[in-house]
């Protein structure tokens, strides 16, 4: 039986407090996310694209749902989670090649802060065909 004391438990709920996280935790944990998020997208967009092998028909169903709006806020959303994991994944390489190690704390906030221009224009572009 799993207990509060067990220490992996323990670990797992730690993980998720997000008091005293300071930006380096953020950036981590987005990634992780976006990571899960775009690994799950990737399994949906298979399944849809199977449908595709119906022929005209099921061509035809998936053009119709793809012009909801539901399904261009889904859009979106894989959009955000693309420069998000993208924007900090460049932000690592850099590091790890030693380009801006002092300045992390300024390069996350200003690739995130492209990210969310970009997430506006790409929102307004999806949202206005």
Do not use: C, E
Not at 104 to 121: G, H
């Amino acid at each position: 039986m799993i207990t509060r004391q067990d220490p992996k438990l323990r670990r797992a709920l730690l993980w998720g407090d997000v008091r005293k996280r300071r930006l380096g935790m953020w950036a981590y944990a987005l990634n992780r996310l976006t990571g899960i998020g775009l690994v799950v997208y990737l399994y949906l967009h298979l399944v849809i694209l199977s449908q595709l092998a119906q022929g005209p028909a099921g061509w035809d169903s998936f053009v119709a749902l793809a012009k909801t709006a539901p399904f261009l806020a889904l859009d979106v959303i894989l959009l955000v989670g693309l420069l998000i994991h993208g924007l900090n994944g460049v932000r690592l390489g850099l590091t790890g090649f030693g380009i801006g190690v002092r300045a992390q704390k300024q390069l996350f906030i200003t690739l995130m802060a492209v990210a969310a221009v970009t997430a506006v224009v790409g929102a307004v572009r999806i949202f206005s065909q």
